[in-house]
């Protein structure tokens, strides 16, 4: 029996921006595919920001929050953009606690 992934992502692209929906739970487990669904995200040829929209997200932990503070240090040596938007309140707690919602979450928050 295979157990259900605890997250999932949808992705849609306009321009040079592409906006990442994720589900559900993002913790240590999902961290590494995280980073690289991400990652590639911001390695696509023609994209030039990434947002991930935290709307649906309904945890998470600090190896989570540790692999989105990677993927921002990954967009800005490459000379491109990330930002996280409309975090649910458990989620913005998380990004205050971590001193990042200032720095990641669009000014719009």
């Known amino acids: 029996m295979t157990a259900t992934p605890a997250w999932s992502a949808d992705d849609v692209s306009h321009g040079t921006t592409c906006t990442v929906l994720l589900h559900g739970e993002l913790d240590l487990a999902a961290a590494d595919e995280l980073r690289r669904l991400l990652d590639d995200h911001l390695d696509t040829a023609g994209t030039t920001t990434v947002i991930a929209d935290l709307s649906q997200v309904s ?7 540790g692999a989105l503070v990677a993927v921002r240090n990954h967009a800005e040596d490459i000379g491109r953009h990330f930002a996280l938007q409309s975090p649910t309140a458990t ?4 990004l205050d606690t971590g001193g990042v919602y200032d720095l990641m979450v669009t000014p719009n928050e």
């Not at 945890?59 to 929050?65: C, E, I, K, N, P």
């Not at 989620?91 to 998380?94: E, I, K, T």
């Open 91 to 94: 989620v913005r707690r998380v």
């Open 59 to 65: 945890f998470l932990d600090s190896g989570a929050l």
